[in-house]
């Protein structure tokens, strides 16, 4: 689901097809409203990033077709501010219930962090470091500062605040939901 700015669109679809994904842009999330095909495809990612400011939140029928489609089996992948935005009413409201991050208005600008591997898994973990540094990316903010919810699993921290979850998932019916807990913006994703 695209950020709006094509720069960081453009990092996203570099960093994945570098990995021999297939990797379309979408719309924006205020524009995902339940009549987007999503039959073929894996993988949602779910960026609110650049476009953080928008007022608008995505449509209740765009939330809820996630929320089926992952159940279905489909895997969604988000960045922050999808957690910081889950509260009730908020963009992202409805989304809350599979999102396996607790929400949270905390957050930081610091302008890198070091995730450290808290649990193993043979997928996420390929290639990788149990440590490593990588660049962050401000969007008025860098990450959000919260922790895993029950059930949910913590596969890294993050060093800019002890305590706090840098990437956690958990299963959703058939499907599954991870969330980064930074921006994910263009510095970030092109950093190996």
Sequence with gaps: ISSTDGPTDAAAVAALTGHGHTATVGVDYTLFDGSVALGGFD???????????N???MPEAGQQQLIT????????VTSEWVV??????????????IIPAEHS????SDPSTTYTQITPDPAI???????????????????????????????YDTSSNPGSVGLCGWAIGSGSVYSFLSTCGPDQVADT
């Design 125 to 155: 973990n390929a290639g990788l470091p149990t440590a490593f540094t990588f660049p962050l990316y401000d969007y008025t903010g860098t990450e959000n500062h919260t922790v895993a919810k029950a059930g949910a699993t913590t596969y």
């Design 105 to 108: 208005f905390a957050f930081s």
């Design 43 to 53: 993988t949602v990612y779910l960026q609110c990033n650049f476009n953080w400011t």
């Design 69 to 76: 489609w992952v159940n279905a089996g489909g895997r969604l």
């Design 84 to 97: 910081y935005y889950t509260s009730a009413g908020a963009k992202f409201g409805t989304l809350a219930s």
């Design 55 to 57: 007022l608008l939140t």
